[in-house]
Every structure is written in structure tokens, then in C-alpha cells.
């Protein structure tokens, strides 16, 4: 509803005599306050003379909002920080769906921190596209998309899920952009296994191999020193042995009789 030209004229005058009963307030006693302190420094004096003028303003204007309250209501004049004057239409259902597409996609891209702290194109949401059920994809190369699913939490939907979804696959949480990355590499790095394990059985010669780190990687040892490793083995095994038989107790020989002649 617009306003009508009486209301405008009403509310511009009522608004100008407000002013001016403030203005007249704080600087009355503003000056009032200088002339008094006529013994006190310059600066003192304006110092006092301010905070004098800043008081007077504001209990003058608490002072007349009593009184202009009661009389807008008697004259027809909304005041105009009512929320009635500048409400808008009511939302519609279609309106909202789009409201909640575009937040799935800034928190989508908030969260994405989560992933990578180094703020990429993962935490702009502009690279998000949000839907109306709170989700958000993210497009990846290769054909497949990050997909930002929120979980229920204490306090709302606050916490989200990030899944590799791939074509026909089961989708893959993914903690960190480096699991992202393994997994668009290729299936073998899809395990979550920074290193296969060689044939000693030993990841970080593995490791090592990968990340040429020389310091984690075991020397093989030659045939000669294998087959002396071997037979020193079988030694100890063979003396171990021995020790652990149980001896047979001897028996003393007593002296055979004398023959006599």
C-alpha cells in the first residue's frame, strides 16, 4: 500500500520536529556545560561540553519516542522500522527449492575446507551445483563427481559427507583431496594403501622404492651370504639339539675279584 501525499507531509514534519528537539537538547546542555566549567582547561572543557551534548541527545530522543509513538498510532502513520511497511510478498515453494539449492552449494563449498586447506577450487562454490534435497555435485574429469551429502547431527544438518561417485561403482568416502586424487588416478590406488607390500613383507621398502627414499630400503642380500646365513643356522639348530637330549646316566664298574691261583 503507498503512501498518500497527507501521510508523507505528516511523517516528513513529524520527523523534522523530533530533530530539531534533539538538536536544541544536546546543544543546550552542551554549552551550558562549557560556560560552567570556566576555571578548567580548553580541552577539559570540550571534552565535558561533548559528552554532556551526546547524553542530552540520546534521553531526549528515548524522552519524545513516548510521546510520538502514541501519536503516529492517533494520526494513521506506520512508523518506518515497522516490518509491515516494507514486507514483501510471501515465498513460494518454488522459490525456496532454488534458496535451498544455493545453500546446499556454499555449504557444500564451506565444508570443502574440511578437505583441502589450502582453499582450491573445491571451497568455491561455483563449482558446486546444490539441489533441492540439500545435496551438491561437484564435476570431477574423467566423468565422475564428488557428491556432498549433509548428515544429521545434535544441532541440525550441520555435518557432510563427501562420496566419489564413478559410473555404476559403489561411491567411496573421501576424507582429503589426496584420497580424491588416488581415486581418479585408477582402481589400484582406489584401496586407500599408500604402498604394496614387497615380497619381504616389509611396506616401507615399499615406501621407500616409491618416495626414492634410500634410507627405507632393505639391501638384498647375495646368494653367498644367504647360503652362509643358512648354514649357520643349521648349526646352532643341530647344537641346540644336542644340548636338549637328555644324557643316559652312567654307571660306575665295580672292580672284578681277584682269581686265586
Known amino acids: 500500500m503507498t503512501e498518500t501525499a ?3 507531509t505528516l511523517r516528513a514534519a513529524l520527523d523534522a520536529a523530533d530533530n530539531i528537539v534533539t538538536v536544541t537538547a544536546a546543544a543546550t546542555a552542551g554549552l551550558t556545560t562549557y560556560r560552567a566549567l570556566t576555571g578548567r582547561p580548553t580541552e577539559t572543557r570540550l571534552t565535558l561540553a561533548a559528552a554532556a551534548a551526546g547524553l542530552a541527545a540520546c534521553l531526549t530522543d528515548q524522552a519524545t519516542l513516548q510521546l510520538r509513538t502514541p501519536l503516529r498510532r492517533c494520526l494513521g502513520i506506520q512508523p518506518t522500522y515497522s516490518p509491515a ?7 513460494t515453494r518454488e522459490q525456496l527449492a532454488v534458496e535451498v539449492a544455493a545453500d546446499a552449494a556454499e555449504r557444500a563449498a564451506a565444508g570443502a575446507h574440511a578437505l583441502d586447506r ?4 573445491l571451497t ?10 540439500g545435496t551438491a555435485t561437484c564435476e570431477l574429469p574423467g566423468g565422475a563427481h564428488l557428491l556432498c551429502v549433509p548428515s544429521p547431527a545434535d544441532h541440525g544438518y550441520t555435518n557432510r559427507s563427501y562420496l566419489f561417485v564413478q559410473g555404476e561403482e ?6 582429503s583431496i589426496g584420497d580424491l586424487v588416488a581415486l581418479l588416478d585408477g582402481p589400484a590406488a582406489a584401496t586407500g594403501q599408500l604402498a604394496d607390500e614387497t615380497e619381504d613383507g616389509d611396506p616401507w621398502t615399499a615406501l621407500g622404492q616409491n618416495l626414492a627414499i634410500a634410507e627405507l630400503c632393505t639391501t638384498p642380500a647375495s646368494d653367498e651370504g644367504r647360503a652362509d646365513e643358512d648354514n649357520a643356522d643349521q648349526k646352532a639348530e643341530a ?6 637330549q637328555p644324557t643316559a646316566p652312567t654307571t660306575a664298574r665295580t672292580p672284578a675279584p681277584a682269581s686265586r691261583a
Open 6 to 8: 497527507r501521510t508523507r
Open 124 to 133: 568455491e562454490a561455483a563449482n558446486w551445483v546444490g539441489a533441492s534435497d
Open 170 to 175: 559403489r561411491p567411496l568416502e573421501v576424507r
Open 239 to 244: 647344537h641346540a639339539a644336542a644340548l636338549l
Open 85 to 91: 511497511a516494507d514486507a514483501g510478498p510471501a515465498p
Open 118 to 121: 589450502s582453499s582450491g577450487s
